[in-house]
């Protein structure tokens, strides 16, 4: 079955304590992105990638991390959680091209105390 | 300007009613157009792909107006399970940076029995 894998689910963390949230996708996709989704500001983008090796920030990346080292993989990293960081967390995956739709994991939420 | 704006609603129909949706779009270079699904706290999900003038899926039909620079869906005899959130999404392919997704905040719907 084509999915994006999204681990954990839930997550309750400290502050200032590292985490990482896995994503995978079994559709050979060259592109994938990582959003958050906050009440009444929809989906924004934290990072993005192109490719192995090939990421780039979106419109909120600061105090996170990505990395590409294979294509089926892109793990979103935090250093340093904070409260403004407790949200919802979806991964999302596509292939080359204009007319390919966005495919979303099944999200991960994230609480910060 | 949003790229994507969306009426927020709440729109609350009785069931066997028709509701429709729009969507503005603000970048003229937008190239393919989207509705999603997304159910509370749970992932976004495509509903229909938005091509040229538009398409039909059993009660679902969509279109687009690029003179206009909108999309639209329309629900014909609404179900209980149609209840959900409609996520507008727009995509720029662009060369420097490939995909670009534009979200709208998204409208809700609740179908009252």
């Known amino acids: 079955e084509a999915q994006v894998t999204q681990n954990p689910r839930y997550l309750i963390t400290v502050t200032g304590k590292k985490l990482t949230v896995t994503c995978s996708q079994n559709m050979n996709h060259e592109y994938m992105s990582w959003y958050r989704q906050d009440p009444g500001l929809g989906l924004r983008q934290i990072y993005y990638s192109m490719n192995v090796e090939v990421t780039d920030k979106g419109d909120v990346p600061e105090g996170y991390k990505v990395s590409r080292k294979e294509k089926r993989n892109f793990p979103l990293i935090l250093e340093s959680p904070s409260p403004n960081q407790t949200s919802l967390y979806f991964c999302a995956s596509n292939s080359w091209g204009a007319r390919s739709p966005l495919h979303f994991g099944n999200g991960t939420r994230l609480t910060v105390t | 300007r949003k790229e994507v704006e969306q009426d927020p609603g709440p729109f609350n129909v009785p069931e066997g009613a028709t509701v429709a949706f729009n969507c503005t779009y603000s970048?003229?270079?937008?190239?393919?157009f989207f509705w999603y699904r997304q159910d509370c706290r749970k992932e976004p999900k495509l509903l229909m792909s938005v091509y040229s003038s538009g398409n039909e899926d059993g009660r679902f039909t969509a279109q687009l107006n690029r003179a206009s620079q909108y999309i639209s869906l329309l629900i014909r005899d609404s179900k209980l399970s149609d209840s959900a959130t409609y996520l507008c999404?727009?995509?720029?392919?662009?060369?420097?940076?490939?995909?670009?997704?534009?979200f709208g905040t998204g409208t809700s719907l609740t179908v009252i029995p």
């Open positions: 970048n003229s270079a937008s190239q393919s």
């Open positions: 999404v727009v995509n720029a392919l662009k060369a420097n940076t490939g995909n670009q997704f534009y």
